[in-house]
C-alpha cells in the first residue's frame, strides 16, 4: 500500500506536463495567427497536447 503515494504524484505530473502542453499550443497557434490549429486544438486536446510537445522538442 506504500505505492500509491507514488503512482499519485506520477499521475500529477503527467496532467501537469499535458495541461502545460496544450498551454504552449494555444500560445504558439495565437502568436502565429493558426487560428484552425487553435480551435481543433481546442476541440480535441490531445492534438493540442502533441503538438505543444512538438514545439518543445523543436518538432514544430
Keep these: 500500500m506504500r505505492a500509491y503515494p507514488f503512482f499519485a504524484v506520477l499521475y500529477f505530473g ?4 499535458a ?3 496544450w498551454v504552449t499550443h494555444v500560445v ?5 495567427a493558426s487560428y484552425l490549429f ?3 486544438g481546442a ?3 490531445p492534438v493540442g ?4 510537445w512538438g514545439v518543445w522538442l523543436g518538432g514544430w
Excluded at 504558439?28 to 502565429?32: A, G, L, M, N, T
Excluded at 497536447?49 to 505543444?52: A, F, K, T
Design 28 to 32: 504558439v497557434c495565437i502568436k502565429s
Design 49 to 52: 497536447v502533441i503538438h505543444g
Design 14 to 17: 503527467a496532467v501537469l506536463t
Design 43 to 45: 476541440i480535441l486536446p
Design 38 to 40: 487553435l480551435i481543433a
Design 19 to 21: 495541461l502545460a502542453a
